[in-house]
């Protein structure tokens, strides 16, 4: 049985910053690709960033580029999105999921497997 376990979420002020971890576990994710989408009340759930089990390529959507960072550690099965300077437009539930071979990385409807959120809330 395959989990994604997200945790780290929080409220911060403005300027802060928070480390979201994805804890993996149930099958081999060697070959997958790993990412983060986040989700505002009333709107679609956008992918922030993902990143190759295997060799560690990643992706970053525009907007936070240069204050996030996607990391995995492969021995502990876990996925990290390090958030710095945060803004309030960053709040959101954030989702950890799991895609295999096919699809783009940056559409959900390629992602198998999810977590079930965790809320980050950014005062300003």
């Known amino acids: 049985q395959v989990q994604l376990v997200e945790s780290g979420g929080g409220l911060v002020q403005a300027g802060g910053s928070l480390r979201l971890s994805c804890a993996a576990s149930g099958r081999t994710f060697s070959g997958y690709r790993m990412g983060w989408f986040r989700q505002a009340p009333g709107k679609e759930r956008d992918i922030v960033a993902s990143i190759t089990w295997s060799d560690g390529r990643t992706t970053y959507t525009d907007s936070v580029k240069g204050r996030f960072t996607i990391s995995r550690d492969n021995a502990k099965n876990t996925v990290y999105l390090q958030m710095n300077s945060l803004k309030p437009e960053d709040t959101a539930v954030y989702y950890c999921?799991?895609?295999?071979?096919?699809?783009?990385?940056?559409?959900?409807?390629?992602?198998?497997?999810w977590g079930q959120g965790t809320q980050v809330t950014v005062s300003s």
């Open positions: 999921a799991a895609k295999g071979y096919f699809g783009t990385y940056n559409d959900p409807r390629s992602y198998a497997y």
